[in-house]
């Protein structure tokens, strides 16, 4: 190769440290942007063909290497709807491409990312920083779970929640094996009727239409147990609540225990594994108004009668699943990666599951504007995942090492200040091999 060989690889490898400082410049000015992945320049020797004794170093060619499987930090934010990724994946999102009728229109394209900065716009979509926008998987929200596997455009119904009936109570207490009050021999309407029965607990709920009622419970121990009474006795106790028209017995609601723990029910059998079928309330009304069918759910082992030194009932758990009509106030996406909404009324509903895209090769996605990624034949499509793995209230922020680069820009400078320096060196003895003519 000679002189004009040397010359010719001092220019290929100042080119190649041009592309490494490119990259360089590139990650100190994203240090600082959200979910930014910093690129790496890789180099690739070039050997010109020649016997092996002949054979001489050649040029250079630089390469880009991205470091998509490279985490940064995870900060905390104040915005609720700001999410990181703990580990692999990407977020998937869209692009806004116009607007039909005052409505967004999105591309059907899927791009990929790493930026969770996302925020609500004014009709209800959750985007980010570099506009575009975020997709999830629908929740229902009577079960909980997820309602089906192809994402969607994230969108939040800023408007107000229904009010739903109460349905269900949830109920579980122990009662006094003695009572402080005695047996209850009193009717409902007695005026003894308070002083022979125990508070158990009191409940609000809602009819369809949103109106609450309050719903208070007491408990009557109507006998004790003798074994040698005719026919034997055991503990048993009577539900009652207060309805339309005063104290009332809750139909079939008694109980009857044998060394503390459920013997028998009235309103069903306890399954083999301790769970007690619904007690029913039918069409219930209390003060005018009309909730409708509500069932009470002891759960599994709900109701017991252990020793109680104060001779009252301990409710551990009393809740409902109604809730009255309710206007949106804010979101926010939690740990798993659910959006959820929550309303004046107090109810948070949980209305999407994030999904995650993974790839066999994330290295391999093309960069876009953004820091977003499309997937590629090197990359491999999409697996989509609604595991979650996430932190909401915080984000990634960029992986690049400012002082790392530094670095990397001092060792650059003085290859290519090393690469003018032959170039320099060849053209001296190429004008030394020109005099020779003269």
């Known amino acids: 190769m000679g002189i004009y060989g040397a010359l010719q690889t001092a220019v290929t490898g100042m080119a190649a440290q041009s592309f490494a400082l490119e990259n360089i410049s590139g990650n100190i000015a994203n240090s600082q942007t959200t979910g930014y992945k910093r690129m790496e320049t890789g180099f690739i020797d070039l050997i010109p063909d020649a016997a092996v004794g002949r054979q001489v170093p050649g040029a250079v ?23 990181a990724l703990n580990g692999g994946g990407f977020f998937v999102v869209a692009e806004k491409t116009g607007s039909s009728d005052g ?25 980010n920083g570099a506009g575009y926008y975020l997709k999830g998987v629908p929740i229902d929200s009577s079960t909980g779970n997820v309602a089906g596997s192809v994402p969607e455009m994230v969108r939040v119904s800023n408007g107000l929640i229904a009010a739903k009936a109460t349905q269900r109570i949830d109920y579980e207490l122990n009662l006094p094996a003695v009572p402080a009050v005695g047996l209850l ?32 419970l007491r408990w009557g121990k109507t006998a004790d ?44 059998a306890v399954g083999a594994d301790g769970a007690f079928p619904p007690l029913a309330l039918d069409d219930l009304t209390v003060d005018g108004t009309l909730v409708g069918d509500v069932e009470i759910d002891f759960g599994t082992g709900g109701l017991t009668q252990f020793d109680n030194a104060n001779g009252r009932a301990s409710v551990t758990t009393l809740a409902q699943d109604g809730y009255p009509a309710g206007s949106f106030m804010s979101v926010a996406i939690n740990d798993s990666g659910r959006v959820v909404a ?3 009324n107090g109810e948070q509903i949980e209305i999407y ?23 590629t ?10 595991d979650g793995g996430m932190t909401g209230g915080a984000l990634e922020s960029s992986n690049t090492d400012i002082s790392e680069e530094f670095t990397k820009l001092i060792v650059t400078q003085q290859a290519y200040a090393a690469g003018t320096r032959i170039v320099s060196t060849s053209d001296e003895m190429l004008q030394e091999a020109l005099n020779m003519m003269r």
């Open 61 to 83: 060619l630089a390469y880009s290497r991205s470091t998509n499987d490279v985490r940064g930090d995870i900060i905390t934010s104040a915005t609720g709807t700001h999410v």
């Open 103 to 127: 409505e967004s229109v999105f591309g059907e394209a899927n791009f990929y990312t790493r930026r969770g900065d996302f925020e609500m716009d004014r009709e209800g979509y959750l985007y």
């Open 185 to 216: 021999t009193a009717d409902p309407g007695d005026a003894d009727f308070l002083d022979q029965t125990v508070e158990g607990g009191a409940i609000t709920v809602y009819a369809p239409n949103g109106a609450s009622a309050n719903v208070q």
């Open 225 to 268: 147990a003798d074994a040698t009474a005719t026919p034997p006795t055991a503990d048993t106790w009577q539900l009652f609540y207060y309805g339309d028209s005063g104290w009332e017995a809750v139909s079939d609601g008694t109980a009857t225990f044998s060394n503390g723990v459920i013997d028998t029910i009235g309103w069903g």
């Open 342 to 344: 929550t309303y004046s």
């Open 353 to 375: 599951q994030l999904v995650t895209a993974n790839f066999n090769a994330e290295n391999q996605l093309k960069r876009l504007d953004g820091g977003v990624y499309s997937a």
């Open 377 to 386: 034949a090197e990359s491999g499509e999409a697996i989509l995942s609604t």
